[in-house]
């Protein structure tokens, strides 16, 4: 035999996911054809489609894409084949078009955000292994680039992905500095973070009190206010958490310009005409041409030699030639491009 011949995958591992999924679908179809269905059909219904959905992508992910025999946009094909086949066992007589959304609503959406963080994570480790360093937002919109969905909707599916992940999952995070790098916060001095953390215990107590007046009466009404609430307030903690995590980075290269999740706009050296820290004179606001960075009086402002394009929330741009910062460290800042 050659030694350099290439040896096959095994295909254990698909075998095996095979032998979980049919004891899966065997075990659930005995409970969704048996009496006790019938004594909480939605509730032991949900269970059954979420177990033959989440479930067995889950044992998808974990024995197939996880050890790297599949890639992780196969969950997707695995989930839709899984509906169909739940929709199958669970029957007519217990999968009317409402409970159709319900029991398989929330299953996609883990699914989607599922297939995101597998392929976050493969990009991570691909970069690593060469050496690049990426904050998760752009990690997670890398990760999308290479998907069939339209540029715009991966903007938002990144947008909404990140804030999510930053208000839930980030805690224990320290800020973003990619080594070699210096970071600098403009969220301190300001009460820019305090304000946004702010904003999220009062419109917890508002959708307390609207929940309160509302359900008496219009219960439907209620749970929509609810929802948009509790969104409201995981959006801005979201956003919050970002200012935290993502500070202005200077390297030997750039200037790595940040505002949370909002603005992002890299600055190369070669493209700064000059540099104004203490008390600058801004542009008034709404110029078109002007980035401000974080409220507050800004205290460095960057022309540019020529217009760069700054990337915003949910896919937008636009054309900058100045860009504003309101550092909490601007000597600091002012050594940083010194030294760099």
């Known amino acids: ?60 992910w974990l024995l197939v894409v996880r050890p790297g025999r599949a890639a992780a946009r196969s969950m997707l094909a695995v989930f839709g084949i899984s509906t169909i086949a739940a929709a199958l066992v669970l029957g007519s007589a217990h999968l009317d078009g409402l409970r159709l959304i319900r029991y398989f609503g929330l299953p996609f959406e883990l699914a989607v955000v599922g297939v995101i963080i ?41 947008m909404e992905t990140s804030i999510f992940y930053y208000a839930l999952a980030s805690w224990r995070r320290a800020p973003f500095v990619p080594s070699h790098a210096t970071a600098f916060s403009y969220h301190e001095k300001n009460g820019y973070l305090g304000i946004l953390y702010t904003i999220v215990p009062i419109a917890l107590v508002e959708a307390i009190a609207l929940d309160f007046v509302i359900r008496v009466k219009h219960p439907t009404a209620a749970n929509i206010f609810l929802a948009i609430d509790l969104f409201a307030a995981l959006w801005m903690l979201g956003l919050a958490r970002g ?3 993502r500070p202005v980075l200077v390297t030997r290269d ?23 820290c203490g008390k600058v004179m801004v542009p008034p606001k709404g110029s078109r041409e002007h980035l401000r960075v974080a409220p507050g009086r800004p205290n460095v402002l960057i022309e540019l ?10 896919g937008y741009t636009r054309t900058v030639r100045q860009v504003s910062l309101a550092l909490d460290d601007v000597a600091g800042f002012q050594q940083a491009i010194a030294v760099s």
């Open 243 to 245: 200012v935290k995590l």
């Open 254 to 276: 750039a200037i790595q310009v940040r505002n949370g999740l909002q603005w992002r706009l890299d600055i190369p050296r070669a493209e700064i005409s000059r540099i104004d």
């Open 118 to 158: 597998a392929k976050v994570a493969q990009t991570a480790r691909r970069h690593a292994a060469s050496g690049v360093e990426l904050d998760i937002p752009e990690r997670i919109r890398l990760a999308l680039g290479g998907s069939s969905m339209q540029s715009r909707v991966a903007d938002i599916v990144a």
């Open 1 to 60: 035999m050659n030694a350099f011949t290439a040896r096959p995958k095994s295909t254990r591992p698909l075998v095996f996911f095979g032998v979980v999924a049919s004891l899966m679908f065997a075990i659930d179809g005995l409970i969704a054809r048996s009496p006790v269905i019938e004594v909480r059909p939605d509730l032991i219904g949900g269970a059954v489609a979420f177990d033959l959905t989440i479930g067995v992508v889950f044992a998808y």
């Open 305 to 314: 030699r020529t217009p760069l394009r700054a990337s915003g929330p949910y």
